[in-house]
């Protein structure tokens, strides 16, 4: 299923391929680049090199884009440098949360006014999100146009979707004497989710190149949460009711690469805020049954029996933890 955001966008992909989609997003920002019998240049004709970085953590990335954002493993993570280092590309994504994130930020040089000015015309923002139409009325966009902090642009919200467009200025002043603070950085978002933890005209004024402390509270935001995932593990959705523990909550799986017949697995459940680990061992050569395990931050622990539900249904598990307690549990692919 593709995420109501990335229709927004326009981009038409399937969600295995959402870092390729999350790439495409590089050819509608300012600094686009194309390919001439000169190489790769930029729209004003000038020879860049970029180079995919690739996967990143939260507290590796230049922004604090993740302060703003509830702690999950999915988030799809890619950063491109330009010349260097000279221009940061930084995108963050996820399809359980409908969220898609595009920060272009430039190191040396800044946005000229000419280019903040097209920013501050409505269908210019319009032209970013081609099929917004079907989610915003004209009522749901609002112009910012401020000078402390420098940001120049558009937002657009309702109890569907956020979303933005603005230049801002990130960096502080320099000594070069033609740099009075016109804007380096574009920031392009959408939300069709939960995954924003404060409204978009918060999240424009808020965003900025990520401090010391933002980052040690970045990292304690996913101490507890097996974030990037590699090759070997596979996401998936869980809804539990554990009695006095976890009761009707629904959260994320992470599944590693099977080991004979065991198989580890990890959960995040956000509303109760623990997190758990465990194990899933196949019982026969289909892998339609078998036995798990659970044990979470709490001190809680439980195991059972699980069953396979049938192609892409997912399967469900049932037992009981140290107290007695009944326990069931269902997961899927996302």
């Known amino acids: 299923m593709i995420s109501k ?13 959402f870092l390729a989609r999350l790439t495409a997003l590089t050819m509608i920002m300012g600094l686009t680049a194309c390919v001439t019998n000169s190489g790769t240049v930029d729209t004003s004709g000038q020879s860049i090199k970029l180079e995919k970085k690739g996967k990143f953590v939260p507290t590796d990335s230049h922004f604090n884009t993740f302060i703003f954002l509830k702690p999950s493993p999915f988030y799809e993570t890619q950063t491109v440098e330009r010349d260097n280092g000279s221009v940061w590309t930084e995108y963050v994504g996820s399809f359980p949360k409908e969220l898609v994130i595009q920060i272009k930020h430039a190191n040396t040089v800044w946005y000229t006014p000419k280019s903040e000015e097209r920013m501050l015309i409505l269908d210019n923002f319009k032209q970013e999100f081609p099929n917004a139409a079907i989610v915003f009325t004209d009522k749901d966009y609002k112009k910012i146009d401020q000078l402390s902090p420098r940001i120049k642009g558009w937002i657009a919200s309702n109890e569907k979707c956020n979303a933005g467009y603005v230049a801002k200025r990130l960096k502080t002043i320099g000594e070069a004497r033609n740099d009075i603070g016109y804007s380096d950085t574009l920031v392009k978002f959408m939300s069709c989710g939960d995954a924003m933890t404060v409204s978009p ?7 900025g190149l990520i401090s010391d402390s933002e980052e040690r509270i970045v990292a304690q935001k996913y101490k507890a949460i097996d974030f990037a995932l590699t090759e070997e593990q596979e996401a998936m959705v869980i809804a539990i009711n554990w009695p006095k523990v976890l009761e009707d909550q629904s959260g994320y799986l992470v599944l ?5 017949d065991m198989q580890d697995f990890t959960t995040n459940f956000e509303a109760a805020k623990t997190s758990c680990q465990g ?6 050569m289909s ?3 078998g036995t798990w395990t659970l044990s979470c931050l709490n001190g809680s622990n439980a195991s059972g029996e699980w069953t396979k539900l049938g192609d892409d249904k997912g399967k469900s598990a049932i037992g009981k933890d140290s107290k007695g307690r009944d326990v069931f549990f269902r997961f899927k692919n996302i």
Do not use: P, R
Request: net charge positive.
């Open 201 to 207: 005209a918060q999240f424009v004024q808020k965003i």
């Open 256 to 260: 590693k690469k099977a080991h004979d």
């Open 5 to 17: 955001a990335t229709k927004i966008l326009g981009i038409k992909m399937s969600k295995n391929s």
């Open 287 to 289: 892998g339609w049954s």
């Open 279 to 284: 194990t899933f061992k196949t019982n026969d």
